[in-house]
Each structure stands twice: as structure tokens, then as C-alpha cells.
């Protein structure tokens, strides 16, 4: 049975649809469809039923799907221990953020392309969180807090970060002392976060309002810059800002609890070797790149 047929009925199984996994995969409807029915009639039973909506596990297909992923992953495992000169092969599909994945964690993946010629990297740059297993990605890149959930995640840099807003917010509204205050001034804010503030070593969480939110830090940081509220901001968003004099930092007095970055995979025995080697390169690119990511 090929390898590609297997990984093919995994991606379909996993995208629900033969269109979704054939952009997941890189290749056509139709050679899509084509491994699906090799498979199924190498296998003599019908694994998936075509729906209107896509395409929808059989009883046969439900048990056939994890068979068929771990065979897939084994596979590759196998691969990775022969090639030379610790070259790594094959797909590797990554999430990373749009705020600063373009521009701070690119040339990660631009030079671990560089270093293994062998390497189909397709990066996806959004603030969203993706589904990891439902949308087909090895692993992703994600900053901040990280929320709980089933996926594995290993923390490769610091994300530090300030409470900002511009010259003239603070001239017409005043300046924020305490976390309290918050609640008597505009927050910028991607969604309905809290925010965390240390007082010694007490921390301090608030709930902030505002009227104004984006998906976006550097969205958040024009905005602020324009003078619409306060803002918690990473320093790397915010230096050019800060530099400029279009932003201040305020209400110092409160350090922020430094975030972080993670490269987070689904769930499973071991790492690929793919992800690992990001992972490595990932924290080397933070020990050297402290200075953009704040707390010196």
C-alpha cells in the first residue's frame, strides 16, 4: 500500500472533504480522489461517504483512520533515521502568527529551508489559532499566555512587554497609577484578555473595556499611537513607537509578567524530527535576538 495513498485518506479523514485536503496537501482534486479509491479498493471496503458537504468517516473508515496515521508517521520516523547528514525531507505545513511571524520568525523558517534542501515548508501566517490536527499542520509558533489544552508545547524564547499609550492620550485623560484605574480609561485590546500586572511579587489581574479591538498587536500599537486608549504591547511592536515618541510607556511603577513564545504540536508519543529542529533553531533565534524581545 503506497505511503502517499495513506497520508492522503488521513488528510481527507481529517479535513473532512477531498477540496480541503487536497489545498492541505498541495495537489489536485482529482489525484486526491484517484489514491482514495486505490485505497479503497487495495482495502475491499468503503472508507469514506461522499456528502454534500464533503466526505464523512464510514465504520470501516473510523477504524482505519488511526491505523493508517500511525503507519504514515512511522514511515516518516524511518525516513528521518536513514538520510544523510541529518537532511530532513518531505511536507512540513507550520503555523506561525501575522503580528510578528512575518518579520521576527521568517528567516527561522527561510534558513531551516536553506539548511535541508530536501524540505517542502508551507507556512500560514495568522493571529487566528488553527486547529493543528483538523487543518493538517506539524506544529505552530505561538506567543503570549499559553491557554490550556491537549496540544504539547515547548517554550522557546520571552515576550516582554509594557503598558503604552501616546503623549496625547495621557495629556487629555490622564495617566493610569494603579491596575485599578484601568477601568476609567479606553483599553486596546485584541479581544476579551485580561490583563496582569505584578505589585512586588503579587499579581494583579484586570479586566479592561474599550471600544476599539483588532487581531492585531501592530494594529493595536497605530491605534495607540493615535491617541484612542492604552495599550498592553510587546516590546518588539512597540520600540520604533516608543523611539519616536509616538508612544510612552506608563503606569511603570506595575511591571508586566513576561509572556512567551511556544512551538506547540498535536498530541503524540514523540516530536518529528522536522519540529524539533524548529524548536532548536527557535531557541537559538531568541538567545540572540534578546534585545528585540525586551528585558534587558
Known amino acids: ?5 495513506l497520508r492522503t485518506f488521513v488528510a481527507v479523514a481529517d479535513a473532512g472533504g477531498v477540496s480541503a485536503a487536497a489545498r492541505r496537501l498541495g495537489v489536485s482534486k482529482s489525484i486526491v480522489s484517484r489514491r482514495l479509491l486505490r485505497i479503497e479498493s487495495e482495502l475491499g471496503a468503503q472508507l469514506l461517504a461522499r456528502t454534500t458537504r464533503g466526505a464523512a468517516l464510514t465504520e ?11 503507519a504514515a508517521a512511522e514511515i516518516d520516523a524511518a525516513r528521518e533515521t536513514i538520510l544523510p547528514s541529518g537532511q530532513l525531507q518531505g511536507r512540513f505545513r507550520v503555523a506561525m502568527p501575522l503580528t510578528f511571524g512575518p518579520t521576527h520568525f521568517a528567516p527561522v ?20 489559532y488553527v486547529d493543528l490536527v483538523a487543518d493538517g499542520f506539524d506544529c505552530a509558533v505561538r506567543g503570549g499566555y499559553l491557554p490550556d489544552s491537549n496540544l504539547i508545547a515547548r517554550r522557546v524564547g520571552a515576550i516582554h512587554g509594557k503598558l503604552v499609550a501616546s503623549p496625547g492620550y495621557v495629556a487629555a485623560h490622564g495617566e493610569p497609577e494603579t491596575p485599578a484605574d484601568l477601568v476609567n480609561h479606553e483599553a486596546l485590546m485584541q479581544g476579551t484578555e485580561a490583563w496582569q500586572f505584578l505589585d512586588g511579587d503579587t499579581v494583579v489581574t484586570v479586566q479592561p473595556q474599550g471600544r476599539y479591538k483588532a487581531d492585531s498587536a501592530i494594529a493595536l500599537a497605530t491605534a495607540a ?7 498592553w504591547l510587546p516590546d518588539c511592536i512597540t520600540h520604533e513607537h516608543l523611539a519616536s515618541g509616538a508612544l510612552i510607556p506608563i503606569m511603570t511603577r506595575y511591571r508586566v509578567p513576561p509572556a512567551a513564545a511556544y512551538v506547540v504540536r498535536p498530541p503524540g508519543q514523540h516530536p518529528s524530527r522536522k519540529v524539533r529542529v524548529l524548536t532548536e533553531m527557535m ?10 524581545w525586551g528585558g534587558r
Open 109 to 128: 523558517l527561510a534558513e531551516m529551508a536553506r539548511l535541508h534542501p530536501g524540505l517542502h515548508v508551507h507556512a500560514v501566517y495568522s493571529d487566528r
Open 225 to 231: 499611537a493615535a491617541g484612542l486608549g492604552v495599550a
Open 60 to 70: 470501516a473508515g473510523v477504524t482505519f483512520r488511526d491505523h493508517a496515521a500511525r
Open 1 to 5: 500500500m503506497d505511503i502517499e495513498d
Open 283 to 292: 531557541v537559538e533565534y531568541f538567545k540572540g535576538a534578546a534585545d528585540i
